[in-house]
């Protein structure tokens, strides 16, 4: 059975860092995309990038380039997503989906759970 | 910022038929880019309705159909059901952002 599991409810305060993780199991983790999205409160899906597992290949969609990193261990086929220093406005649930594609064929088939990250003094 | 547009709501009585519409452009869907629809039930993560313009999973029921022409595409719910209730979707890849973008999201409500 495919899984993605991420890492639980974070409360942060602004200026802080943070690392939130995405382990896969089931199904072969180096062959497929896995892709980070944003949902604020009450909003709608962000995709933010996407990371390749075989050679760690990355995109990031321009709104989120230089504010957050992604990055993976394929020896323990876990996806990563980091801040160096949280806003408030980063308070929002983050999923992370894979893909067999990154471009115009590219669905998301599974998703993670989510991970609600809450920002604030 | 979408690039996609989706209506923001549509409602139907159970049974009736609903369309969602996703408008794109010469970047995205025009471009020849595939559409993909998700349902995401109140508080939980999204899950894969449509790929391909117009494929579902296995475990998605007939009720639900997805169409493309030109930049647009759409989604199509027949025998509206209550458990239909929930946001959805479109999503698609974009040349110039080389990568991919989501609709702005359609609230069905089953009266």
């Known amino acids: 059975e495919v899984q993605l599991v991420q890492s639980g409810a974070e409360v942060k305060k602004p200026g802080e860092s943070l690392k939130i993780s995405c382990k896969g199991s089931?199904?072969?983790?180096?062959?497929?995309?896995i892709a980070w999205v944003r949902q604020m409160p009450g909003k709608g899906l962000e995709w933010m990038g996407i990371?390749?597992?075989?050679?760690?290949?990355?995109r990031y969609s321009p709104s989120f380039q230089g504010q957050v990193t992604i990055s993976v261990d394929k020896s323990i086929n876990t996806a990563y997503l980091q801040w160096s220093s949280l806003k408030a406005s980063d308070t929002a649930t983050y999923y992370c989906?894979?893909?067999?594609?990154?471009?115009?064929?590219?669905?998301?088939?599974?998703w993670g759970q989510g991970s609600l990250v809450t920002v604030s003094s | 910022q979408s690039v996609l547009t989706q209506p923001p709501s549509v409602s139907g009585a159970p049974g009736q038929r609903v369309t969602i519409s996703c408008t794109g452009s010469?970047?995205?869907?025009?471009?020849?880019?595939?559409v993909h629809w998700y349902q995401q039930l109140p508080g939980t993560a999204p899950k894969l309705l449509i790929y391909?313009?117009?494929n579902r999973p296995s475990r998605v029921p007939d009720r639900f159909s997805g169409s493309k022409s030109g930049a647009s595409a759409s989604l199509a719910i027949t025998g509206l059901q209550a458990e239909d209730e929930a946001d959805y979707y479109c999503?698609?890849?974009?040349?110039?952002?080389?990568?991919?973008?989501f609709g702005t999201g359609t609230k069905v409500t089953v009266l």
């Open positions: 990371i390749y597992p075989g050679d760690s290949e990355t």
């Open positions: 999503q698609s890849y974009d040349s110039s952002l080389s990568g991919s973008v």
């Open positions: 010469s970047s995205n869907i025009g471009a020849g880019s595939d």
């Open positions: 391909g313009n117009n």
């Open positions: 089931g199904y072969r983790f180096n062959s497929y995309w």
């Open positions: 989906a894979r893909s067999l594609f990154r471009t115009s064929s590219g669905y998301f088939d599974y």
